[in-house]
């Protein structure tokens, strides 16, 4: 098949609208291949229950589920001037990311912790970011450490701490087809011995008390 042929089987009926690509998003490429896919498992992506399926709802899924790759949709990390120089621990943040490899959700929890140099920020923002860098298709590693250097940078801190726990839906419904969890870490800026273990034993408490509820 030549590359012409291969570009007519890829036209479709738009209903009329414009579908100019969006800033960093390929709406266009999305529906193409998200109809390609229903037609890869034999369902015919023109039936009414899957037309929106590949015309709609899968690409504005995927431009949800990458806003972490588009600094746009960062959140605005307003900081205001540091009171304590030390370490702000947040333990279990909820985290949904994407594996690369497969596709599929891993999710899981944050723990993060900084150390404030001269600015702090607004605890709900530690949150927002970890919700908005995991929007990537990625590895647990990789997004562990893009967590912790993009906040020491963002706070311009003395230092991070990021711990992942998550659990891999491709491990789980497919493959080894078993659940387990996976722990990754990454530190970024100077952190002292009290700082790692003043970060151990946040996580070990909440932990615990998370246990017991
Ligand atoms: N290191 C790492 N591996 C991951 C992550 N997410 C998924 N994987 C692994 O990616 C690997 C892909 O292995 P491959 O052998 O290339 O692909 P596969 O044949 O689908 O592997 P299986 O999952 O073992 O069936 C698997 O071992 C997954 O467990 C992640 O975030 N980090
Ligand atoms: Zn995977």
């Not at 605890?123 to 995991?134: A, F, H």
């Amino acid at each position: 098949m030549d590359s012409q042929e291969q570009q007519a089987e890829f036209q479709y009926d738009t209903g009329g609208e414009t579908t100019g690509p969006m800033a960093g998003f390929d709406e266009q490429k999305a529906r193409e291949g998200a109809r390609l896919l229903l037609e890869a498992v034999g369902r015919n992506p023109d039936e009414a229950g899957v037309y929106d399926t590949w015309y709609r709802r899968v690409p504005a899924m995927l431009e949800t589920l990458t806003e972490g790759t588009r600094h746009e949709e960062k959140p605005v990390m307003r900081t205001f001037e540091a009171e304590t120089d030390s370490l702000v621990v947040k333990t279990s943040i909820p985290l949904h990311s994407m594996c690369e490899h497969h596709l599929l959700p891993f999710d899981g929890v944050a723990h993060v912790a900084y150390r404030p140099d001269e600015e702090m920020v607004g605890l709900s923002k530690l949150i927002r970011y970890v919700r908005w860098q995991s929007r990537q298709l990625t590895t647990q590693e990789a997004l562990t450490h893009d967590i912790a250097t993009g906040l020491a940078e963002e706070l311009n801190a003395g230092g991070v701490t990021v711990e992942v726990t998550a659990t891999h839906m491709c491990e789980v419904m497919r493959g080894v087809e078993t659940a387990t969890e996976t722990t990754t870490r990454a530190e970024a800026g100077s952190l002292t011995d009290a700082d790692r273990e003043q970060f151990r034993e946040s996580v070990r408490r909440h932990s615990a008390s998370a246990a017991t509820r």
